[in-house]
Every structure is written in C-alpha cells, then in structure tokens.
C-alpha cells in the first residue's frame, strides 16, 4: 500500500483492532481521520471515526472506550495536546483498561502553526512511554505495537511524528489484521476515580512502572545500534532523524557507530555503550533538544555532546539533509540563494471569502473610526485578516483567545473591544470565553464568522451548524444583542450600521455573519464532497 504516514497510523491502527478514534482536525494531523472516514472497513465495522469538538474532548472520549476495554486512539497535531494537557497527563496516573494511543503531529518550521513545541517532553512529563517513527511502515507497525505496550503497562502510549512523515507516502506492507476487543470493564473499579486517595497509588504505581518502561525501551525493536570503524564519533539520530544521516553517507551505511531511537525512554544502556565507546556524540533529533538535553545532564561536563544547544545543528526549524551533512563536517550543499520570484509569499483570503466582506465593513466601523488596536482574533482562515490588505486584527494566540482577551482589554477600560472567532473555533473553546463576558456583563463585541467551512483543514464537518444562535443565547446573550446577517457586498452599509450600533451598546453583543466558505461552495457545486449538508468544521492551520 502506498500510504502517507498519517494514512500508515490509521491503517495500523485499523489493523491492530481499534474501536474508535476521537480527533479534532489540524495540520499535519488532519489526514488520520480523514482516512478512517473513508476506510469501507471502518465503516463495516462501525469503528467510531467522529471529529470532537475539542482536543480535550478527543483524549477523554478516547479514554472512555478505554475504560470499556476496546482500543482506542485520539489524534492531534502539537498545540492541540496543550488544550488535552489535563487529561492525558492525569490518563497517566488512571492508566487504562483498552489499549490507548494519543498520536500527536508536531510541526518543526511551523509551516501551520503558531509554534513548534516538540511533544516528547509531554510524554516525559507525564512518565509515559513514546513511540517515534522513522518511516511510514514504522508508523504502520508502531500502531499495534504501542497498542501491544499499552495494554502490557496499563498506560497509554504517545505516538510522535513530524510533518515530514505525516505528510509524504511510502509503500507500507500491511500484516493481517486482529478482530477488535471485547467490551470489558477495568478489574480495578477504583483506578480511573482520581480521588486524592486513590490518585496517590496510582501514581506511586506509576513511578515504579518507570524501570519497566525504561527495559521495554532498551530492548525494543525500534531502538537499534549500528557499530561503525571509526569511533571519533557516535550518531544518535530519533524517528525521521535517521534518515538523513543515512543519506550524508554512500550507501547509507555510516562510517561511524549509529543509535537510532524510536521508543522511549531514551535507551540508556545503549547510550553507555556509545559514551564509553565514541570520542564524541552528536545528535540529531527533529524538535526540540529532548535527548542532547538528557545526555549533557546540568553542568555538561564529561561528554563532548553536539547538537541543536552547541549550535552544531540550528536551534529551531525543520532538519535537512543538507543541515546534518553540515553538522557531520562534510561540505554545504545549500546551493544558490532562492530566487526572488520563488521566495515564501503570505497566505490571502481567497476570492469571494465572506471574511472580506466582514472585515470591510469591520474596519469602516472600527479602524477608521476608534483606530488600530481593538480587534482581537482566532486561529482560522480569519486570521488573515491580519495582513494586507485589511489590517483588521491586532492578535492571535491559541484557539479561544480572542474573546477573553477582548473581555480583559474591556475589563482594562478600552472601548471598544472587539473578538472575531470562527464557528468552529468557537465551539472548540470560545464558548467559555463567551459565558464569563456574559456572567460580568463585559461590554464587548464578540463577531463569530460562520462560513461553514474552513480552507485550512479541508472543511470537517462543524458541531455549531446551524446551533451558534440557540448556543448563544442558552449561554445568556440577550435576544436582542445577537444578530445574523448575510456578508454580501449589497449589505455593506447595514453591516457597518449594525456593528456601529452594537458598540455604543454597553454589554455583550454579538453578531454572525453567515455565509459558506467560497471553497467549499465550488466543490459542492462540481458534485465533489464537502462534508455534510450541515457545513464544515474550521479547525486549526
């Protein structure tokens, strides 16, 4: 099969016997679910392949399967385990009952992100084991082994990957697949009740599993050692890492003594072999300096270890082949400077995008009257109303922030204060946001851009359709501070008189301008899917 790799961890996960899976879609992580909802054997076996309305919601449906005994998987792509934080660092003190694997996508270069946090130091932090692959058909097979691992420790399993795996194909050999497991309830009824009590145990059991996690690492089959003839220097290279120093050397085979990582904890016993062994070690590692940090310890004396911290490789950004050519000591091969014409450009709203309309009538109403500084956004295709040649939008944080930090501008004294948030995003984490400027009357204007859609993720299907008016007002907005309208260029002038208006109001308003994402209109049109009839789902970059 020739599959992605994000197509390779649904497929595996198909194949070891997996019940559910629970996601919320977003760049590089998107494609996993996407792949269940197409697969004919998910649907025969009703596997549960829904999109949640959040991260956190994802982890903890995850654990329910779980706790019923049936395998289960949650997917994400790296900033989204930050709004799962709580639930899967405390699903490693419950444990579980079913196999569970968390897959999350971490993003080095940020090609669609707002940072590139590096997820291995969630797991550590958690005291959970982690699995990272270095091809598609070790995502494939890292599937039912993790699932395998979990079920032995009773701890769920993080599966790590970076964009470059997620998103380019290789042939992947498939093994038979398992039947799913039976409902089964945990032997333990207390393990998954966190009273303080019972939490105590569990993670006192949770720290004396650690030198059992740390054998099954040294003794996995993902963790190898390549001796090599010349021992001035040892290579410890993680997940995809391995393939490019693989491709710094003829054949592949390198000169030197080679560690590769794919299950964590990090490996000790090999890495005493490659200290005692070698005059020196580099690491390469894509993300953050996860194992060169572990290796140099507090004072960094001892070893000579290089990597990302002694600048031997960059700090951030994605690895290349060239980048650890370079790191190896052999010659540049960055070639020519790119040429202007090919050079990154910004991303734009595309033509005919309803947010054009509204971020007209916005800055007619709120820039050219009160000036720069009062609109507050989200992350979506909105977001770039930041740019040229609208300007509307002075923030972008994480998803949910711009109607609380419109409340905390407000509760500053700035008048007026301005949120736009899409409705997906809304139903992500917005609504709370809404519901504390509800509960202290805050006087701002919260614009939430349903366009049904979102050109970002490939338009899922959205839990606010055609449900933000009744969500709003069951949340407290008052019936005649909340309005609809339709963005078009004939409603200009009523939009801008409708916003004007509702920012002498001195409370909570909020607007909807309602009008399907012009991407998704095209593909309907031309008879190709684009989610439900229901609309989309606006997911993050």
């Given at each position: 099969?020739?599959?992605?790799?994000?197509?390779?961890?649904?497929?595996?996960?198909?194949?070891?016997?997996?019940?559910?899976?629970?996601a919320?879609?977003g760049?590089?992580s998107t494609?996993?679910?996407?792949?269940?909802?197409?697969s004919?054997?998910?649907?025969?076996r009703?596997?549960?392949?829904?999109?949640?309305?959040?991260?956190?919601?994802?982890?903890?449906?995850?654990?329910?399967?779980?706790y019923?005994?049936?395998?289960?998987?949650?997917?994400m792509?790296?900033?989204?385990?930050?709004?799962?934080?709580?639930?899967?660092?405390?699903?490693?003190?419950?444990?579980?009952?079913?196999?569970?694997?968390?897959?999350?996508?971490?993003d080095?270069?940020?090609?669609?992100?707002?940072?590139?946090?590096?997820s291995?130091?969630?797991?550590?932090?958690a005291?959970?084991?982690?699995?990272?692959?270095?091809s598609?058909?070790?995502?494939?097979?890292?599937?039912?082994?993790?699932?395998?691992?979990?079920?032995?420790?009773?701890?769920?399993?993080?599966?790590?990957?970076?964009?470059?795996?997620?998103?380019?194909?290789?042939?992947?050999?498939?093994?038979?697949?398992?039947?799913?497991?039976?409902?089964?309830?945990?032997?333990?009824?207390?393990?998954?009740?966190?009273?303080?009590?019972?939490?105590?145990?569990?993670?006192?059991?949770?720290?004396?599993?650690?030198?059992?996690?740390?054998?099954?690492?040294?003794?996995?089959?993902?963790?190898?050692?390549?001796?090599?003839?010349?021992?001035?220097?040892?290579?410890?290279?993680?997940?995809?890492?391995?393939?490019?120093?693989?491709?710094?050397?003829?054949?592949?085979?390198?000169?030197?003594?080679?560690?590769?990582?794919?299950?964590?904890?990090?490996?000790?016993?090999?890495?005493?072999r490659?200290?005692?062994?070698?005059?020196?070690?580099?690491?390469?590692?894509?993300?953050q300096?996860?194992v060169?940090?572990?290796?140099r310890?507090?004072?960094?004396?001892?070893?000579?270890?290089?990597?990302?911290?002694?600048?031997?490789?960059?700090?951030?950004?994605?690895?290349?082949?060239?980048?650890?050519?370079?790191?190896?000591?052999?010659?540049?091969?960055?070639?020519?400077?790119?040429?202007?014409?090919v050079?990154m450009?910004?991303?734009a709203?595309?033509?005919?995008?309803s947010?054009?309309?509204?971020?007209?009538?916005?800055?007619?109403?709120?820039?050219?009257?009160?000036g720069?500084?009062?609109?507050?956004s989200?992350?979506?295709?909105?977001?770039?109303?930041?740019?040229?040649?609208?300007?509307s939008?002075?923030?972008?944080?994480?998803?949910?922030?711009?109607?609380?930090?419109?409340?905390?501008?407000?509760?500053?004294?700035?008048?007026?204060?301005?949120?736009?948030?899409?409705?997906?995003?809304?139903?992500?984490?917005?609504?709370?946001?809404?519901?504390?400027?509800?509960?202290?009357?805050?006087?701002?204007?919260?614009?939430?851009?349903?366009?049904?859609?979102?050109?970002?993720?490939?338009?899922?299907d959205?839990?606010?359709?055609?449900?933000?008016?009744?969500?709003c007002?069951?949340?407290?907005?008052?019936?005649?501070?909340?309005?609809?309208?339709?963005?078009?260029?004939?409603?200009?002038?009523d939009?801008?008189?409708?916003?004007?208006r509702?920012?002498?109001?001195?409370?909570?308003?909020?607007?909807?301008?309602?009008?399907?994402c012009?991407?998704?209109?095209?593909?309907?049109?031309?008879?190709?899917?684009?989610?439900?009839?229901?609309?989309?789902?606006?997911?993050?970059?």
């Amino acid at each position: 099969m020739l599959l992605l790799g994000d197509e390779a961890i649904a497929q595996g996960a198909l194949d070891a016997g997996v019940s559910g899976f629970y996601a919320y879609p977003g760049t590089p992580s998107t494609e996993i679910m996407e792949y269940v909802q197409r697969s004919r054997d998910a649907a025969e076996r009703n596997v549960h392949r829904a999109w949640s309305a959040n991260e956190k919601t994802a982890v903890e449906s995850a654990l329910g399967m779980s706790y019923a005994g049936k395998r289960a998987m949650a997917c994400m792509k790296h900033v989204g385990l930050n709004v799962a934080a709580d639930p899967f660092i405390n699903s490693a003190i419950t444990g579980v009952n079913g196999g569970l694997i968390i897959t999350v996508a971490d993003d080095p270069s940020m090609h669609s992100s707002q940072n590139e946090q590096d997820s291995r130091f969630y797991g550590k932090f958690a005291l959970l084991p982690m699995l990272e692959p270095s091809s598609q058909q070790e995502a494939y097979d890292m599937c039912r082994h993790g699932f395998e691992l979990s079920e032995a420790v009773q701890l769920p399993v993080l599966l790590r990957i970076t964009t470059r795996l997620a998103h380019s194909r290789s042939g992947v050999k498939p093994r038979p697949a398992i039947p799913e497991r039976p409902l089964q309830l945990p032997q333990d009824m207390r393990q998954f009740v966190l009273l303080p009590a019972i939490a105590r145990k569990r993670y006192r059991r949770l720290i004396e599993l650690q030198p059992e996690l740390v054998k099954a690492a040294q003794e996995s089959p993902f963790n190898s050692y390549q001796d090599g003839p010349d021992r001035s220097m040892g290579i410890v290279a993680c997940g995809l890492a391995i393939n490019y120093v693989r491709e710094s050397f003829p054949d592949g085979v390198s000169p030197y003594p080679l560690l590769q990582i794919g299950q964590y904890p990090v490996p000790v016993n090999r890495l005493e072999r490659m200290a005692d062994e070698c005059g020196r070690i580099l690491v390469v590692e894509e993300g953050q300096p996860f194992v060169e940090e572990s290796l140099r310890g507090a004072l960094n004396r001892g070893m000579d270890v290089r990597g990302r911290m002694d600048g031997t490789l960059p700090p951030d950004g994605e690895l290349t082949p060239n980048r650890v050519r370079v790191a190896l000591g052999m010659d540049d091969r960055s070639g020519e400077p790119v040429p202007e014409i090919v050079r990154m450009r910004p991303p734009a709203l595309c033509r005919g995008c309803s947010h054009a309309d509204t971020y007209k009538a916005l800055n007619q109403a709120v820039k050219s009257e009160y000036g720069d500084g009062h609109v507050f956004s989200d992350i979506g295709c909105y977001t770039l109303g930041a740019l040229p040649p609208f300007e509307s939008v002075n923030s972008c944080v994480d998803m949910g922030a711009s109607i609380t930090m419109a409340k905390g501008a407000a509760d500053a004294g700035m008048r007026p204060a301005v949120a736009v948030i899409g409705d997906s995003t809304f139903c992500h984490s917005g609504m709370t946001g809404l519901l504390d400027a509800v509960i202290e009357n805050t006087p701002i204007l919260v614009m939430i851009l349903d366009n049904s859609a979102t050109a970002m993720t490939g338009g899922q299907d959205s839990h606010a359709y055609g449900r933000l008016e009744n969500i709003c007002l069951g949340l407290g907005v008052e019936r005649e501070h909340l309005h609809l309208i339709n963005p078009v260029p004939k409603n200009h002038g009523d939009f801008v008189a409708l916003i004007r208006r509702e920012l002498d109001y001195d409370g909570v308003s909020v607007i909807i301008p309602t009008r399907e994402c012009i991407q998704t209109l095209k593909k309907r049109s031309k008879g190709k899917p684009a989610g439900s009839p229901a609309g989309k789902q606006g997911g993050r970059q």
